[in-house]
């Protein structure tokens, strides 16, 4: 079945650029997105690419989607105490149901 | 105010107890989810519904069961809860274009 892998976490300073990485493994998935998760509350979306797309950028969030290495990254400009959260990559299949698989989550801390 | 809401936020069982968790919709749309998260595990599709005739088990349907009442309810309910049962429960829905999901804020659940 569909999998979608991250790392459980990433440490920055603030200020810093964050990067957090995902590998997915269904070749025929639609859109990839990129959900964040504050303590206490459901996952929000942040941002989503359509797979014929290389990039996004949305204000300090860069997307970056490799199909050919089924690798999806998303990059937070000039990262805040705010920023820290836990942040989790899914993908939509194409048709059908249109599943949804989440990945396990990376959590970010910025370190003031 | 929220266009996903849950109740309860918390519960606190015993085994063997039957309860149920609400969730309800403002958005509009068809499709409705329930997910659970653990750590680690990301999240894990318990039930989803496509319109009120319309229910499917997820990847964890085993202990659990749904009902949808209207367009904006879905709720699932734990017939005799066990221990493993203990997590972060979430309903969630999504539009049919772009398959994004809106989640509500959680209930977690403690089976003791």
């Known amino acids: 079945g569909e999998d979608v892998e991250q790392s459980l976490f990433l440490s920055v300073r603030e200020g810093d650029s964050s990067v957090i990485n995902c590998t997915y493994t269904d070749s025929s998935s639609t859109y990839l997105y990129w959900y964040k998760q504050e303590p206490g509350a459901g996952l929000q979306l942040l941002t989503y690419i359509f797979s014929n797309m290389d990039m996004k950028q949305d204000q300090r969030l860069t997307v970056l989607l490799n199909k050919k290495d089924k690798h999806l990254s998303l990059r937070i400009a000039d990262t805040q105490t705010g920023d820290s959260a836990i942040y989790f990559c899914?993908?939509?299949?194409?048709?059908?149901?249109?599943?949804?698989?989440f990945g396990t989550g990376t959590k970010l801390q910025v370190i003031p | 105010d929220a266009d996903v809401t849950q109740t309860p936020r918390n519960r606190i069982t015993k085994t063997g107890k039957r309860i149920m968790l609400e969730c309800s919709q403002t958005?509009?749309?068809?499709?409705m989810y329930w997910y659970r998260q653990d750590p680690g595990l990301g999240l894990r599709l318990i039930y989803y519904?496509?319109?009120?005739?319309?229910?499917n088990k997820g990847e964890i349907s085993d202990g659990y069961s749904v009902s949808r009442q209207a367009q904006a309810k879905f709720s699932l309910s734990l017939e005799s809860a066990i221990p493993n049962q203990t997590a972060l429960y979430f309903c969630?829905?999504?539009?049919?274009?772009?398959?994004?999901?809106?989640f509500g804020p959680g209930t977690r659940l403690t089976v003791l």
């Open positions: 519904s496509f319109d009120v005739k319309d229910i």
């Open positions: 969630a829905t999504s539009d049919q274009l772009t398959n994004t999901q809106y």
């Open positions: 899914a993908e939509s299949e194409d048709g059908g149901y249109q599943k949804v698989t």
């Open positions: 958005k509009g749309h068809d499709r």
